[in-house]
């Protein structure tokens, strides 16, 4: 198959690629940045910030599918939740209308829904509903927190246990989390594209174990072997932590959508979902081999994390 992935270097995005290249599927990846940077090997890269349709159609020519995956934790300059999330997908919508695409797969999320007062989960809504509105065989994911080498959960909590002695819990009632392991993911959206599975369906996708944060925490960190000492703090504290890291770091330890999404819990879908197949349900737990797989090289934070040090 011919498939094309936005966001196709991103974490998500590139453990799909990898893993449809690997099987001898045609990857087209789509992504914001140059072709020296980005290629890879048994993939074509297109240089794309998914505003031009007619552009977005030639890149998707003779595809019989596309996965849409680009996204963003916070808003920077014109990188808004509404250029990305809801005009970005209906530009691609129309693009594989007109290119004659046959499936579009849309990455949302666990939470997302309208009128609920964050700008990230309602445009996730908006996104889902634009897709589902399509001429398109569709098949939409919402993903709770995924993990996995080249994440975001895993490469920042990592680095922060070795660069801080504390950690603070967002809130002063602790909610659970189901830590979705990225290889559980790919199955998942594999047997939607190449198995042609799963269509016209909106599944949520959580990971096989429940826990609490702090003890996902306590197990990064007997894994990198560090110690770290735990305390509460309001989620309004977390807010303001988060717009400090979010004009400070290249990519925030937490974003102020992080924030919201912690202090609900990562558990169950905020609307109903179409109930996944038996066969793709995730069997992967938060265990320490799982933890080891994923993580970054060791180490603090550094100046290259800050914005005001990105060359």
């Known amino acids: 198959m011919r498939i094309a992935i936005t966001g196709g270097t991103g974490f998500i995005g590139g453990h799909l690629a990898r893993r449809l290249a690997a099987e001898g599927h045609e990857v087209i990846l789509l992504a914001r940045g140059t072709r020296e940077k980005q290629a890879r090997p048994g993939m074509n890269f297109v240089a794309s910030d998914l505003s031009n349709e007619a552009s977005l159609a030639e890149a998707f020519a003779g595809c019989e599918a596309v996965v849409h995956c680009a996204g963003i934790n916070r808003e920077i300059g014109s990188q808004t939740y509404q250029k990305v999330h809801v005009e970005a997908t209906r530009n691609v919508v129309n693009a594989a209308q007109t290119a004659g695409v046959r499936k579009i797969m849309l990455m949302s999320f666990l939470r997302a829904r309208p009128n609920c007062g964050s700008p990230y989960h309602e445009s996730k809504w908006a996104a889902e509903e634009i897709v589902r509105r399509s001429t398109l065989d569709y098949t939409i994911i919402r993903a709770g927190m995924v993990y996995g080498r080249g994440d975001h959960m895993l490469d920042h909590l990592s680095h922060a246990l070795h660069t801080f002695p504390f950690f603070a819990m967002v809130g002063f009632q602790e909610n659970s989390i189901r ?59 977390h807010y303001l932590l988060a717009r400090f890291w979010e004009l400070t770091m290249n990519v925030p330890l937490a974003a102020r959508a992080q924030i919201r999404i912690l202090s609900e819990g990562v558990v169950e879908p905020a609307l109903p979902c179409d109930p996944l197949p038996a066969d793709l349900l995730p069997q992967r737990k938060f265990t320490d081999e799982q933890i080891r797989k994923g993580l970054p090289e060791a180490g603090p934070f550094t100046l290259r994390d800050l914005r005001c040090c990105c060359a």
Do not use: C, H, K, N
């Open 179 to 237: 830590p979705l392991a990225i290889e559980d993911l790919i199955e998942v959206l594999r047997a939607a594209l190449t198995d042609q599975r799963l269509s016209q369906r909106t599944f949520a996708l959580t990971g096989a174990e429940e826990l609490y944060l702090s003890e996902a925490v306590r197990r990064v960190a007997a894994v990198t072997g560090t110690s770290v000492r735990m305390f509460r703090a309001p989620v309004w504290f």
